[in-house]
């Protein structure tokens, strides 16, 4: 495996199968936590990219909102008027959609 992100305590990291063989046009993405066997992320290469860039986007921007709290009405309410990103959920142990 080829491990191309890792969470910057080194919790987890995501990596890709690689061969000699030469590589997928676009490869399933691989997470693993601690010492857990690896899982395959929803989207492929091209889809995980973009998700994660939103992801990044949105922990290091100047204002965030994170709530634990907010029932499924509130979030639907919420959201309501924005377009969501046509992608597989993010984040295998707490699904995400942008």
């Given at each position: 495996m080829l491990v191309f992100?890792?969470?910057n305590q080194g919790g987890f990291s995501w990596s890709l199968?690689?061969?000699l063989d030469g590589a997928e046009?676009?490869?399933?993405?691989?997470f693993r936590e601690y010492d857990?066997?690896?899982i395959a992320e929803q989207e492929?290469?091209?889809?995980?990219?973009?998700?994660?860039?939103?992801?990044?986007?949105s922990?290091?921007?100047?204002y965030r909102a994170v709530s634990h709290s907010?029932?499924?009405?509130?979030?639907?309410?919420?959201?309501?008027?924005?377009?969501?990103?046509?992608?597989?959920?993010?984040w295998p142990g707490a699904?995400?959609?942008?």
């Open positions: 992100g890792e969470e199968l690689w061969t046009a676009d490869p399933t993405v691989w857990e066997p690896a492929p290469l091209n889809g995980f990219l973009i998700q994660f860039s939103l992801y990044e986007a922990m290091g921007a100047d907010l029932t499924g009405e509130q979030v639907d309410r919420l959201a309501e008027e924005l377009l969501p990103v046509p992608l597989l959920p993010f699904p995400t959609r942008f």
